[in-house]
Nanobody
Framework: QLQLVESGGGLVQPGGSLRLSCAAS????????VGWFRQAPGKEREGVPV????????NYADSVKGRFTVSRDNAKNTVYLQMNSLKPEDTTVYYC??????????????????WGQGTQVTVSS
């Protein structure tokens, strides 16, 4: 049974940076694509970045391109989300999720089998 735990969220001023981590336990992430998702009040849940099993394929939502970077270290069983130039509209809970045997990653949250508990990101002056 795969478990995911996010960490690294917190309060930051606009323009600041945070690095989120998604640590897996119980099973290896080798066969899982991983996505980061967020949902603002009154809006649909959206994928932020997705990353393939190997890390060779990465895709980003238009709203975060050039600001966020996703990476993974399968040896450490961890996926990271580096967030730079943060904006107030980035404020919400961020979740990581793992999709079994989806090599390239997907934006469809229905494809994800395992979810972490989330970590709060607040961008405010």
């Amino acid at each position: 049974q795969l478990q995911l735990v996010e960490s690294g969220g917190g309060l930051v001023q606009p323009g600041g940076s945070l690095r989120l981590s998604c640590a897996a336990s119980g099973r290896s992430l080798d066969n899982y694509a991983v996505g980061w998702f967020r949902q603002a009040p009154g809006k649909e849940r959206e994928g932020v970045p997705v990353i393939s099993t190997s890390g060779g394929s990465r895709n980003y939502a238009d709203s975060v391109k050039g600001r966020f970077t996703v990476s993974r270290d399968n040896a450490k069983n961890t996926v990271y989300l580096q967030m730079n130039s943060l904006k107030p509209e980035d404020t919400t809970v961020y979740y990581c999720a793992a999709a079994w045997m989806i090599v390239a990653g997907t934006w469809d949250d229905r494809e994800y089998d395992y979810w972490g508990q989330g970590t709060q990101v607040t961008v405010s002056s």
